[in-house]
Every structure is written in structure tokens, then in C-alpha cells.
């Protein structure tokens, strides 16, 4: 269970919670753009653009669950059960690439959403895990930069992009679905409501925020991408970094999971683990985790970019707290 938005105001920010009941091993990592990223079904190359996200790092290979190139595109990966299909036989006419190579094949290859689109309608998604030990996840990706929002889910039909307009994604059901039940909420606004029973009944608001009555509050995947959509869409555009950062996290709590709330088949608590901000503009990679609510940043322009060894960054994740006296 996961949400991701995407958020420009003088700056583009990417980010997401992710929602999980375990760690998997996630720290931040940066890759340079001569470290070699190997494929499965394709050639060994160079990254080209060097990319900062939240990974776990096997062999040496960085199993990326979102980043953002040094252009200044994110992707992130979602999970989709019971939708997302990888196909077990290999393509003769487009480019197989596994589910875990698609954010690296993407991102060390693509400068914007548009040349992202085109790669991915001439990608394969074929059903190769990494190895014995860690099958694949069913995933759908959020596709984003500055000017436009994609998303690409995995059916048995094939590889199907849509547009985001709303630029924010959850997980189950489809995409397309997420759009239409949207329809349910055109009512909600930011502005006190007005009374539209009629002149006789002298009606009156005795609170704000009573605009927002119907909003939904639970934690499932529509109810998610409803809440974040009208976050989003209400939220400033003329902030400065520094607040556009702070914003950004606060969208993310409004659709954040506190322990204890969700409760999943296997008698665990579904937590937002971590939550995570990028500047795409510098390539800083903000986030906080469940235990530690302080904001933590790894820059990219402070590191040597042309490099072929991952940069690695393990969790802040003790609470840190700033005592006045």
C-alpha cells in the first residue's frame, strides 16, 4: 500500500509513502553514471543519468522502489496485486526488460516523461526475478517530471500508460478507475459550502472546513488517491524551496498510515514506513522515516556524480528531537 505524488511550484518535488508492515532493506542510494547497471535480457551498460531513491542493494545492485535522475525525472513503484501481470515468455518484437530493471532502464535512459513513454511502448515486462530468493512484486509505476504525469500498468494485454492529470497514484484498482471514481467527489472544495437547500431554510456553516464534508478518511487505495488528489490540488504553487519541501510532506501525512489502524491478513500492522520528498530541480532526496519525523536530506550535487560505485546512506530511523532549554 503506497501513495505518490508529484508537485511543482518554483521547483518539481516527487515523492511518496511507502506502506508496508516489514523493512526490506531500503537506504538511500545514489547511482553514479558509470556504474554498470546489468539486464537480465539486454546488455550491460553505463547509467548515463545518475539517479538518488530508496533502495535495497543486492549483489551490488540497487533494487530501486522510487528515484529521480539527474534531469530531474521520477519514477515510483507500487504495489498492484492481483492486477499487474509479467509475461513468462520473452517478446520477439520489443526490448524484454524484468520488472525490477524498469526504474534503472528508465531512469539512466530518459530525460522527461515523453522520451519515457516512448521507451516503455517498446518494452517488454518479462516475469525474470532477481534471483531465487526475491520474487517479483506486483508493481504499476508513476511516471513524472515537471510538465507531466504517466502512469504505466502491466496487464495481460500489455503494457497500458495513461495520463495522470491529477499526478498522484495509489494501487488497487486500475488507473482508469481511480479517474472515473473521482467523479463521486467534485463536490469537495477548500471554501465553506453554500446553502443550496433554498432561501427558506436559514442554513449556515458553524466550522471551517465543512467544504470538505464527504472527504474520504480510511486508508484504502480509492479513498487514498481521493484524499491526496484534493490535497494536491489545493495546495500552493507560489512557495519557496524550503516550504514547497514542508508542504509536500504534509500531503503525505494526510494520507499517511499509523500503526495500528491497518491490520493485514497475516496479523501485522500496515505502517507508512518512510515518506519521501525529491527536488528534481537540485536532486536532494528528502525523507523521514516512521520512527524518526525529522526531515533528512542526501545531495546529489555534493557528491562526485561520475563515478561506478553506488553511494549508499543508511536510514536515520532514531527519533531525533531538538530540545529548547
Request: glycine share 8%; aromatic share 12%.
Amino acid at each position: 500500500m503506497c501513495t505518490s505524488i508529484a508537485y511543482a511550484t518554483k521547483h518539481f518535488y516527487f515523492g511518496r509513502n511507502l506502506d508496508l508492515e516489514y523493512s526490506f532493506g531500503e537506504e538511500v542510494v545514489i547511482t553514479p553514471r558509470n556504474y554498470r547497471f546489468t539486464y537480465k535480457k539486454q546488455e550491460a551498460a553505463p547509467a548515463g543519468y545518475a539517479m538518488v531513491g530508496m533502495a535495497n542493494v543486492v549483489e551490488e545492485y540497487p533494487l530501486y522502489a522510487e528515484a529521480v535522475n539527474e534531469k530531474g525525472l521520477g519514477i515510483a513503484g507500487l504495489n498492484f496485486p492481483g492486477n499487474a501481470f509479467y509475461d513468462p515468455e520473452e517478446s520477439k518484437e520489443q526490448t524484454d526488460i524484468t520488472p525490477y530493471e524498469l526504474i534503472p532502464w528508465v531512469l539512466s535512459r530518459c530525460a522527461t516523461v515523453e522520451e519515457a513513454e516512448a521507451l516503455l511502448r517498446k518494452t517488454h515486462l518479462v516475469a525474470i526475478p532477481f534471483n531465487g530468493q526475491l520474487p517479483l512484486a506486483p508493481l504499476h509505476w508513476h511516471i513524472a517530471d515537471r510538465r507531466r504525469s504517466i502512469v504505466a500498468e502491466p496487464m495481460r494485454e500489455g503494457l497500458r500508460i495513461h495520463e495522470d492529470p491529477v499526478n498522484v497514484l495509489t494501487n488497487n484498482p486500475t488507473f482508469d478507475f481511480q479517474l472515473m471514481n473521482l467523479n463521486q467527489y467534485m463536490g469537495l472544495s477548500a471554501a465553506n459550502p453554500e446553502n443550496r437547500f433554498g432561501e427558506e431554510l436559514p442554513l449556515q456553516t458553524f466550522g471551517q472546513g465543512m467544504g470538505g464534508i464527504g472527504l474520504p478518511g480510511d486508508f484504502s487505495p480509492a479513498s487514498r488517491f481521493v484524499k491526496a488528489a484534493f490535497l494536491l490540488a489545493n495546495s500552493r504553487r507560489d512557495l519557496p524551496e524550503q516550504e514547497s519541501v514542508t508542504q509536500f510532506f504534509h500531503i503525505l501525512e494526510g494520507v499517511a498510515m499509523v500503526e495500528g489502524s491497518v491490520l493485514t491478513p497475516e496479523g501485522r500492522f500496515d505502517k507508512t514506513t518512510y515518506s519521501c520528498c525529491v527536488d528534481g530541480d537540485r536532486g536532494i532526496y528528502y525523507y523521514k522515516t516512521y520512527g524518526n519525523s525529522r526531515i533528512t536530506a542526501v545531495d546529489m550535487g555534493r557528491e562526485d556524480l561520475t563515478g561506478e560505485k553506488l553511494l549508499r546512506y543508511p536510514l536515520e530511523e532514531k527519533q531525533q528531537i531538538a530540545y529548547a532549554n
